[in-house]
Nanobody, 121 residues
Framework: QVQVVESGGGLVQAGGSLTLSCAASGSVSTINSMGWYRQAPGGKQRELVATITSGGSTTYADSVKGRFTIFRANAKNTVYLQMNSLKPEDTAVYYC??????????????WGQGTQVTVSS
């Protein structure tokens, strides 16, 4: 099992910055990737924001490229999302996602509880 804890959300004005953090604990040795997804209000689907693999490869949604940066601490089970030039449309609940993979068992995934990010215009 893996426990996922996020922090760092809040209220910020448009153009401002926030940094989200996510720490995974428990059976973390087989983590393949960690990332951030978000779900905007109004029943919108959860969407990918950014991911980083155990090898350091990153993926970003087109809407955040050039504004958001995902990176890891020295411990590979902690990731951060630096969000700059925030826009009102970035308002959402942000969820940390953890994927593990082993050749024998395949993959499984875990989610954090979510942290609210609100960007005022």
């Amino acid at each position: 099992q893996v426990q996922v804890v996020e922090s760092g959300g809040g209220l910020v004005q448009a153009g401002g910055s926030l940094t989200l953090s996510c720490a995974a604990s428990g059976s973390v040795s087989t983590i393949n990737s960690m990332g951030w997804y978000r779900q905007a209000p109004g029943g919108k689907q959860r969407e990918l924001v950014a991911t980083i693999t155990s090898g350091g490869s990153t993926t970003y949604a087109d809407s955040v490229k050039g504004r958001f940066t995902i990176f890891r601490a020295n411990a590979k089970n902690t990731v951060y999302l630096q969000m700059n030039s925030l826009k009102p449309e970035d308002t959402a609940v942000y969820y940390c996602h953890v994927e593990r993979w082993t050749r024998v068992l395949g993959s499984d995934e875990y989610w954090g509880q979510g942290t609210q990010v609100t960007v005022s215009s």
